[in-house]
């Protein structure tokens, strides 16, 4: 019984290892109007969402002017950028872990709360993105996790039902979409974790009957 068909990856965090690239991008923007948010708020509240979502919460939490945000938002991609070009490198166990997905006839997609440009450089700069058959970002859904949204238009996209289908997600927010996507989740803790076997051994217990 082959159960699972496709595989979706959630990028920062579980492809990329890129936290730390954000918080330093979004603290360089926030810097030049005198803010700054702590790593340990940023990893346990702003984790895994939009950058225009964080830029909602800091003013409702700590007055940030709504005004600002427009500009913000694009230095912080811009600063962001810069994080990839200079740290982004491929990881040997994520290029063998898609490819051998990929032999075995897996469908495989990237879903990330992070735009497009973004997600595309990541992947290149990661040399993952040949693997895909779908690419999701933020600015493909009106909502961004933990709403459901990208992994059921995902799933739609790509032909697949979400019991035909595993999630790999690393936050909060990540988790919960997938889960109220209705597919089969694996949690990562860091991107060490996603291996080929790893993979496998998930989806082999999933055909087995197990959940």
């Known amino acids: 019984m082959n159960l699972i068909k496709a595989v979706l990856f959630d990028i ?40 225009r979502k964080k830029l909602e919460m800091l003013t409702v939490e700590r007055g940030l002017p709504v005004e600002l945000h427009a500009f913000l938002n694009e230095v912080k991609q811009q600063r962001t950028l810069e994080e990839v070009y200079q740290k982004c490198k491929p990881m040997f166990i994520h290029e063998y872990a898609l490819s051998r997905l990929k032999n ?72 919960k979409a997938a889960i109220a996507s209705g597919a089969h989740l694996l949690p990562i803790q860091t991107v060490n974790d996603v291996t080929y076997f790893n993979i496998k051994a998930r989806i082999d217990s999933l055909n087995m009957g197990a959940n």
């Open 104 to 175: 075995e006839g897996k469908l495989l997609a990237a879903c990330s709360n992070s735009i497009r440009n973004t997600v595309r450089i990541m992947l290149e700069k990661a040399m993952l993105i040949q693997y895909f058959d779908a690419v999701f970002s933020n600015q493909d859904v009106t909502k961004g996790k933990p709403d459901p949204e990208i992994y059921i238009k995902c799933m739609d996209k790509l032909g697949v039902k979400p019991h035909e289908t595993l999630i790999l997600e690393d936050n909060e927010y990540g988790i």
């Open 12 to 51: 920062d965090g579980v492809l990329i290892d890129a936290k730390d690239w954000h918080y330093e991008a979004l603290n360089k923007a926030l810097s030049l109007f005198g803010m700054e948010i702590s790593l340990y708020d940023h990893l346990g509240t702003y984790d895994g969402l939009p950058t």
